[in-house]
């Protein structure tokens, strides 16, 4: 390996004099590449192809980026309305993510959007949480509040955490944490880990888990829907995880 990466002289020195139980850390040669970012790199840009409307329309969400966020931790309430904790219309203050979730989309690089969806650190979560929202509004027989609820969640996970790194805004990169801060993340986390536990030990009233008949070729199987949202959330969980501590 020492003599793909070539070593200078002296590091060359430095490893051979080490013994066998020290360690050393290596740090390898990395490909640069340059991503172009401006107005016209937005999301939004893309979108309405009008510069001045599109520094006019991210210019008014960043100013109000603390009261999209607040919006959004209140949006959280929904989950006692699905409990029937409060009344279950409330289930609609779901609504409330998506400001938030259209400030952050519309500010994205689109040339970095484009480089997140090709891994598979996006599309591993993206699907197995579509997939995993799909059976839990099946077991809610598709109701509309509840549909709502699943999709807004999709869209509001999707820009606030696994398009994260398409944000090059100067100002995240030289803080030390997120932009809108752990809290609203770590809230984001312990409302999906919640409403998942309610949903897995039917603690939701409206919530009925659904069996459907699978035949593939000469293959016959039974899938329950519940059951089906507990396994494929497991992995959009763990990737919320690692984005926290990452961050």
């Known amino acids: 390996m020492f003599d793909e990466v070539q070593l200078n002289e002296t590091s060359a020195k430095a490893i051979e004099a080490l013994g066998d139980h020290e360690e050393v850390v290596v740090l390898m040669p990395a490909d640069e590449f340059i991503i172009r970012h401006g107005p016209k790199r ?12 599109t520094e006019a329309i991210n210019g008014f969400l ?7 966020s607040y ?9 006692l309305a699905l ?14 993510w998506l400001p938030d979730a259209i400030r952050r ?29 799909f059976f839990a509004s099946a077991s809610f027989n598709h ?15 999707t820009a606030n955490i696994l398009l994260a790194d398409a944000d090059l805004e100067v ?40 069996v459907y008949s699978v035949h593939f070729l000469y293959n016959k199987g039974m899938v329950e829907t519940v059951s089906m949202f507990t396994r494929l959330m497991s992995t959009p969980l763990l990737f919320m995880c690692k984005f926290i501590v990452k961050s």
Not at 71 to 79: D, F, K, N, T
Not at 144 to 150: G, L, R, W
């Open 62 to 68: 960043d100013d109000v980026k603390v009261p999209c």
């Open 71 to 79: 919006l959004a931790l209140l949006g959280l309430a929904s989950i």
């Open 83 to 96: 409990a029937e904790l409060v009344p279950y219309e409330l289930t609609w203050l779901c609504v409330l």
């Open 171 to 210: 100002r995240k990169i030289n803080s030390s944490s997120t932009e809108s801060g752990v809290l609203k993340y770590v809230s984001i986390l312990l409302g999906t880990i919640a409403a998942t536990a309610l949903i897995t030990f039917g603690l939701f009233p409206r919530c009925q888990t659904q």
């Open 143 to 157: 109701e509309m509040a509840f549909a709502t609820f699943s999709a807004l969640f999709v869209i509001s996970t």
């Open 42 to 53: 937005t999301v939004l840009y893309s979108l309405c192809r009008d510069v001045g409307l």
């Open 105 to 133: 989309l519309f500010k994205c690089n689109t040339e970095a959007v484009g480089l997140v969806v090709l891994e598979l650190d996006f599309w591993m979560p993206f699907s197995t949480m579509c997939l995993g929202c």
